[in-house]
């Protein structure tokens, strides 16, 4: 997405996120810090470029000064990581690995991860995770909150399709799919219907 704000309005943006980070002048920054502290402006403000065009809201894009572009995004950044929240609290209750232990990594031990390391306002864009887990979704292109609350999002659609079959049936059709299914890297939903084209939507 092509951005439509000037260098000249999102330096200010950059020099005020530096400061915060700093404490002090922004010339103490290293420029990796520099170039990601950017990065963290930029995503934040095609944030809210992505919600105008999504809900046909697309004039109020271009019609924000980029500060108050910046400030929504953040403020759907920060909503989105909250509806995360909800979203994984809500799932474990009900979650079923079925043995696999890849998928079982990621729910237990990697979300928590992201939680506590995520940087909404230094590093949003920072994805954290490597997503190992198959899901039958293309992520790329997406980052930070984003890839991780669609890929979580994929992983409940994908729970609520197969508590529609009994669990024990299940895990016996992916032992007979490998004896040593519980360490492969694969979607369930892929192993036990190879030939169907799945899509689940919410």
Known sequence: MELIYTTEE?????????KKYCGCESTS???????????????????????CREESFAPAAGC???????????????????????LYHNLLPVFDSYGMKCLEDVIYRGIPEFFRW?????????????LDYPVLTDLRGL?????V??????ICR???????????????????YAKGYKDLIENI????FPRESLHFTS
């Open 10 to 18: 999102l330096l200010p943006l950059w020099e005020t996120l530096a």
């Open 29 to 51: 920054l290293s420029y990796e810090k520099a170039q990601q502290l950017m990065e963290a402006v930029l995503y934040c403000i095609r944030e809210w470029e992505t919600f």
């Open 64 to 86: 924000l000064p980029a500060a108050k572009a910046y400030a929504q995004g953040l403020r759907l950044v920060k909503e989105k990581t909250l509806r995360m929240k909800d």
């Open 118 to 130: 995520y940087d909404i306002n230094f590093c949003p864009q920072n994805t954290i995770l490597t």
């Open 143 to 147: 980052s930070g909150i984003d890839a």
């Open 149 to 154: 609350y669609e890929y979580l999002l994929c």
């Open 158 to 176: 994908e729970q609520r399709f197969l508590r529609q079959f009994p669990p024990e049936e299940i895990r016996l059709s992916l032992s007979r």
């Open 189 to 192: 939903p892929s192993i036990l």
